[in-house]
């Protein structure tokens, strides 16, 4: 958090002045120079969208890649925290991210051979050489530097990596195998007609004009249509099917934002419905499952809202990766 003084600005509504939680800790000793009365406090949204965005990618390079470089999504997570706490610095040596790495892989590295600081830089320097994606830049060359090189964390491919991999889930649980295999293709191809875009991916040519029309249907591809003569005959028109990739990600939003209102509509809805046995769940002086009926669906409603309660989460970190990244 940031605290702003608002000298001179509007005063605190009354309800929050006569909050004797807030009076109390703002009358501690400690607090009465760091806290004013009249002070504004705002939420650094920005350092959290950074911190979730680096345990995000982290944990990203940690499933592509950690067979190949040990802990490599720590260090990937250490990098870009140091880079949210030090804005100005984009580019880092193995010495500045080590207090931000987690103290197992502090002791794993400082037990090999060499120390810390050489273990590190050789790890960053194996990360470099990985381009799928691309993971780390190495700004100077690691050998013979007294800091053990200078590194960057390639921050927008590993983004845009994890929003294309969300996309073809997203498309894979919506509209099968085939339509993502198909709309993967087209992405790479660029406008192509149906008929080579069906060799390329395996598919029949008839399923695939109409996976490509209830794709269309669906505002995830674009049509065009290209007239070889002056007169309009649609016998020798060229159709072309293409990718907007901006479209493609504002109407994926649009789809997760209505299965995300959706899932919160049925959780209400189940809570109206199980709103008995959460109050006598709430009652002390009364026994829930005092009969083996009682217990059973108690049990069943329970677990109806953790499931959607994990799959809310699940959908709230899809469009964190969709928007805030």
């Given at each position: 958090p940031l605290n702003e003084n608002a000298k001179g600005g509007p005063p605190l509504p009354a309800t929050l002045l006569d909050d004797p939680a807030i009076v109390s800790m703002i009358s501690l000793a400690p607090y009465?120079?760091?806290?004013p009365r009249n002070a504004i406090w705002r939420v650094n949204w920005q350092l959290i969208t950074n911190s979730l965005r680096a345990f995000c990618l982290g944990r990203l390079v940690a499933e592509r890649y950690g067979h190949r470089v040990v802990s490599a999504g720590s260090i990937v997570s250490a990098a870009l925290k140091f880079q949210t706490y030090n804005p100005s610095e984009q580019v880092f040596s193995p010495?500045?991210?080590?207090?931000?790495?987690?103290?197992?892989v502090q002791q794993a590295l400082?037990?090999?051979?060499?120390?810390?600081?050489?273990?590190?830089?050789?790890?960053?320097?194996?990360l470099s050489l990985l381009d799928y994606p691309?993971?780390?830049?190495?700004?100077?060359?690691?050998?013979?530097?007294?800091?053990?090189?200078?590194?960057?964390?390639?921050?927008?491919?590993?983004?845009?990596?994890?929003?294309?991999r969300t996309i073809h889930q997203f498309l894979f649980d919506c509209h099968g195998d085939v339509a993502a295999r198909i709309m993967s293709v087209l992405r790479v191809q660029g406008?192509?007609?149906?008929e080579p875009l069906a060799e390329a991916?395996?598919?029949?040519?008839?399923?695939?004009?109409?996976?490509?029309?209830?794709?269309?249907?669906?505002?995830?591809?674009?049509?065009?249509t290209l007239q070889q003569g002056k007169q309009h005959n649609p016998a020798t028109m060229i159709?072309?099917?293409?990718?907007?990739?901006?479209?493609?990600?504002?109407?994926?939003?649009?789809?997760?934002?209505?299965a995300m209102t959706n899932m919160r509509l049925r959780r209400q809805h189940e809570s109206e419905i199980g709103k008995a046995w959460i109050e006598r769940a709430t009652d002390q002086d009364?026994?829930?499952?005092?009969?083996?009926?009682?217990?059973?669906?108690?049990?069943?409603f329970c677990q109806g809202l953790e499931r959607l309660d994990h799959a809310m989460m699940q959908i709230d970190e899809t469009l964190m990766v969709l928007f805030d990244f």
């Open positions: 009465k120079t760091t806290l010495q500045d991210i080590v207090s931000y790495l987690p103290k197992p400082e037990k090999k051979h060499g120390g810390l600081n050489s273990n590190l830089s050789k790890s960053l320097v194996d691309c993971v780390v830049e190495e700004i100077e060359e690691a050998k013979g530097h007294p800091d053990g090189g200078k590194f960057s964390i390639s921050t927008f491919k590993l983004v845009k990596h994890l929003r294309d406008a192509c007609e149906a991916a395996m598919v029949p040519a008839k399923d695939t004009r109409e996976i490509l029309h209830r794709l269309y249907r669906g505002n995830l591809v674009q049509l065009m159709f072309l099917w293409s990718v907007d990739n901006k479209q493609l990600l504002r109407s994926s939003r649009d789809k997760v934002c209505k009364v026994d829930e499952n005092e009969h083996e009926d009682d217990k059973v669906r108690y049990n069943k």
